[in-house]
């Protein structure tokens, strides 16, 4: 999941980066509003975390221009977080597109919750708990386990593990893995993501779940088998290779 952060109290992003990143997000920060405006029309992003007073260009009207325009973030969740709480202020926020409204001060926990909550909103919904065959991923507590038991993995490697069982049984380019797991002046080649890959593979074949290799293109997270006894004529039947196999 990749987060823009658009605050301009220079000691909040840095706290908000922090626990963010420590959470295994991406997250990109500008305290400018036009840098902000600007990084929204290159790159697509999971999440805006949104003050409205921001030097430059406000946060209302990045949230316009943001809502008219077309392309990867057309939809993006937007969480206003500011200091300005009338109700005037919350209406307008909420009718110009904004996802959620949150007024500072807040509570970091709150807020962590709030993420998660629209995060999940912004790739079709589901449970905290996402399930995979063997493998349960954790998205509140940011933690995997393998039949019930827990598997270590990097930060990277949890945001690549969430960003295949978001696309189950969809490929999903290495520029796109690039996009969503880096932040800006991150220097991730598509061969560091075979590298990620391979090491979150190595942890999680062993219960069963298989991430198949296009060559030359990307991956995608194979769909659970569920084991059901076969009729006579069908385990009589000669066994073909299946499509994600020729690409393994």
Known sequence: MRILIAEDDSILADGLTRTLRQAGYAVDHFGDGGDVDRALALQAYDLLILDLGLPKLSGQEILRRLRARQGANATLPVLILTAADSVEDRVMGLDLGADDYMAKPFALSELEARIRALTRRGTGGGA????????AFDQVGRTASLHGQMIELS??????????????????????????????????????????????????????????????????????????????????????????????
């Open 155 to 248: 930060a990277r490697e949890i945001a690549l593990l969430e960003v295949l069982l978001q696309r189950v049984g969809r490929l999903v380019s290495k520029e796109q893995l690039v996009d969503h797991l880096c932040e800006w002046g991150d220097e991730v080649s598509t061969n560091a993501i075979e590298v990620y890959m391979h090491r979150l593979r190595k942890k999680i074949e062993p219960g069963g779940v298989r991430v198949t290799t296009v060559r030359g293109i990307g991956y995608c997270l194979d769909r659970p088998v569920h084991s059901e006894t076969p009729s006579p004529s069908a385990s009589a039947a000669p066994a073909t290779p299946s499509r994600s196999d020729a690409y393994r």
């Open 128 to 135: 905290a708990i996402m399930r995979h065959g063997a493998l």
